[in-house]
């Protein structure tokens, strides 16, 4: 499934657990429902405020819920995105206004489970994914088209299989 992703500061919205997964570490933080649907709509209207009431029915609906919720949520956002609450470098308080989301804080990406692709990663992309046709060199044997597998490690000789490594025969 080639979604796009969100990634908050380094973290990678998965709608699928309502959560949220660093790009480096892999670390998973869970979010309750209504914090997911808040930190996307924070994030999709980036560097626009938004306003309590619009926060609260996009997030809650016509759900009746404390006064608190919002601010209490913002905050438990701000934990999990690793933003300071004192500096407020992502999720901004306008006062009197609603809330702000720093677009600087925001990419983007294919959701391939890498977070940024840039060409450290598409080594390591490929051997997941299907390679297209113009890109499969193979060798020529008996008029068949032999394609190299991707994991086939050629420095130790071996076929990395899921089990165990076969070594080649000479």
Not at 22 to 49: M, P, Q, S
Not at 69 to 94: C, F, M, N, W, Y
Not at 114 to 120: I, R
Not at 141 to 157: C, E, R
Request: net charge neutral; charged share 25%; with cysteine.
């Amino acid at each position: 499934l080639n979604t796009m992703s969100i990634v908050v500061n380094h973290w990678r919205m998965d709608s699928s657990l309502n959560a949220l997964i660093h790009c480096e570490t892999g670390e998973t933080r869970r979010l309750g429902e209504y914090h997911f649907i808040l930190l996307e709509t924070l994030a999709k209207n980036a560097d626009t405020v938004l306003a309590r009431s619009f926060l609260m029915t996009e997030v809650w609906k016509n759900r009746i819920v404390g006064g608190n919720s919002l601010p209490t949520a913002i905050h438990a956002l701000r934990v999990a995105i690793d933003d300071d609450g004192k500096q407020q470098e992502i999720i901004k308080t306008i006062p009197k206004k609603g809330y702000l989301f720093n677009k600087n804080y925001l990419t983007e990406t294919v959701n391939n489970n890498k977070c940024n692709v840039n060409n450290d990663n598409i080594e390591a992309v490929a051997e997941h994914a299907a390679l297209p046709e113009s890109t499969t060199e193979g060798k020529q044997q008996n008029g068949n088209q032999v394609l190299m597998s991707p994991a086939f490690d050629t420095a130790t000789d071996t076929l990395k299989t899921p089990r165990t490594a076969v070594k080649k025969r000479p």
